[in-house]
T-cell receptor
């Protein structure tokens, strides 16, 4: 079955540091890949997505590239801010015949950014 | 911007009671989902719904759970007889093209 593995958290960084959160996946076929963010006390918000190999998703300074050869979708940001403190979830959707399969989530990585 | 809404934001219930969690998906979306997140754990898929029937469900979604679209806008999750382990955040989602839009969640506390 499909699965997503994320690096353990929490990740603690100083403001303006470089961020990488690793995500690898196992899936049959060619999944779509997503990063969702969950701010304290809130629901899940889509941060970025990529639907095919070598696609780069980007939003709010965050980027992730769909790497089929390494089955990875690592999240990066060049300079984090305190307001980026949240839990980040990597997820995949396997859009096979039904086209609307459920999302499979990783365990989430908590990011804490200190001023 | 259209959004998924959920009510209530927090529900406290006693073990054995029935609860109904409500969601209003984005109006032109056709696929709807329920997920749950036990505190501190990963988000888990429960069920998907399309064309007035369940299209996929996980092993978590046993006979205690049911879903319904009672009218043209609401999508509900019913838990017939709640257990302590049902305490979690429940998220509703609906899909447009590729991305699922999530509601803010209902925190269910079973005492």
């Amino acid at each position: 079955g499909n699965s997503v593995t994320q690096m353990e958290g929490p990740v603690t960084l100083s403001e303006e540091a470089f961020l990488t959160i690793n995500c690898t996946y196992t899936a049959t076929g060619y999944p779509s890949l997503f990063w969702y963010v969950q701010y304290p006390g809130e629901g899940l918000q889509l941060l970025l997505k990529a639907t095919k190999a070598d696609d780069k998703g980007s939003n709010k300074g965050f980027e992730a590239t769909y790497r089929k050869e390494t089955t990875s979708f690592h999240l990066e940001k060049g300079s984090v801010q305190v307001s980026d403190s949240a839990v980040y979830f990597c997820a995949l959707s396997d859009p096979r015949d039904t086209g609307r399969r459920a999302l499979t989530f990783g365990s989430g990585t908590r990011l804490q950014v200190q001023p | 911007e259209p959004e998924v809404t959920q009510t209530p934001s927090h529900q406290v219930t006693q073990m054995g009671q029935e609860v109904i969690l409500r969601c209003v998906p984005i109006s032109n979306h056709l696929y709807f989902y329920w997920y749950r997140q036990i505190l501190g754990q990963k988000v888990e898929f429960l069920v998907s719904f399309y064309n007035n029937e369940i299209s996929e469900k996980s092993e978590i979604f046993d006979d205690q759970f049911s879903v319904e679209r009672p009218d043209g806008s609401n999508f509900t999750l019913k838990i017939r007889s709640t257990k302590l382990e049902d305490s979690a955040m429940y998220f509703c989602a609906s899909i447009g093209s590729y991305e699922q839009y999530f509601g803010p969640g209902t925190r269910l506390t079973v005492t």
